[in-house]
């Protein structure tokens, strides 16, 4: 149950959540080391940790012992993003939704692979699939404020399409504006790796030209 939350909040997660997690987590191991969803869990705690790497590890881990695991393959693209590794990321966010087509985590999917896009600066692609996750995660500001970077960084954001993501935007999300979003990724990300520094840069530079 303790982990189960802390999976559900993890972004938002206090100290003594995390030390609950943790402690839960080697009880799991200790008792069956072999179930796939501990080493997710894992690679959770590990990852609002800091330690990217380590993700990443538990993550493949999972994978180890349950290759099917749509949401461990997504999530150990986001940790390639993290560590600088956007071009190696589309292939498992791809194999996730192959895995798992209708699966509920779907709209997340399509935002880590749209995340990779960007930190690319392949923004057609970002487009696509950040435009997808909007679609299915509506109420999720991430994708939307990623949307709006890439189609200025393009060069579309005069576009209908553009001006109309943009001005929901506004509407939707008065609270998440330029100035709070480099405060909330300088909270959860104080020391990044420099290819995801680069691509958070950008994506500040897209949302300025927009006007975010």
Known sequence: MLVRDFMRNWNHAAGEQIASAEDALRKAFATAPWIATAYLADGYIRRVKGDHQGALEAFSRAL???????????RKADQLVFLGRAEEAPAPVKKAITI???????????FIIGRAYFAMGDYDNAIDWLRKSVQLQPAVWRSRAYLISAYALKGRIEQQEAQAALSEYREKFKNWRLQNIQDWFAKIEPNPHPGFATSLQQLYKGLQTAGV
Do not use: I
């Open 64 to 74: 180890d012992l349950n290759p099917n695991l749509a949401l461990a393959w997504a």
């Open 100 to 110: 798992s087509p209708r699966d509920p985590a779907l709209g997340l999917f399509y």
